[in-house]
């Protein structure tokens, strides 16, 4: 089991910016996928950015690309996404996910089997 806990998401500004943290603990593996993935109200859950540990690739959504950065620490096991310029769009639940030994498609939800409960994120105008 690995459980992933969510950190610093809030209130912002259009224009301002946040950092997300996802602390993971557990049964953590040496080759896995981590990413974040987000929910706006009515809509589906969509990949916003992840990263693999093997291959080192990386994934970023077209909305975020240019504003959005993951990176990761190991040394504390956290994952980070830091949003720059932040719009109303940006606006949802944002999630943590981990899936051990790897994804094939990084921004595919189904690859992770394992969640975090989720930070806010919430960007006015």
């Known amino acids: 089991q690995v459980q992933l806990v969510e950190s610093g998401g809030g209130s912002v500004q259009a224009g301002g910016s946040l950092r997300l943290s996802c602390a993971a603990s557990?049964?953590?593996?040496?080759?896995?996928?981590m990413g974040w993935f987000r929910q706006a109200p009515g809509k589906e859950r969509e990949g916003v950015a992840a990263?693999?540990?093997?291959?080192?690739?990386?994934y970023y959504a077209d909305s975020v690309k240019g504003r959005g950065t993951i990176s990761q620490d190991n040394a504390k096991s956290t994952l980070y996404l830091q949003m720059n310029n932040l719009k109303p769009e940006d606006t949802a639940l944002y999630y943590c996910?981990?899936?051990?030994?790897?994804?094939?498609?990084?921004?595919?939800?189904?690859?992770?089997?394992?969640w975090g409960q989720g930070t806010q994120v919430t960007v006015s105008s």
């Open positions: 990263m693999a540990s093997g291959d080192g690739r990386t």
């Open positions: 557990g049964n953590t593996y040496s080759t896995y996928c």
């Open positions: 996910a981990y899936e051990p030994l790897g994804c094939t498609v990084l921004s595919r939800r189904y690859e992770y089997h394992f």
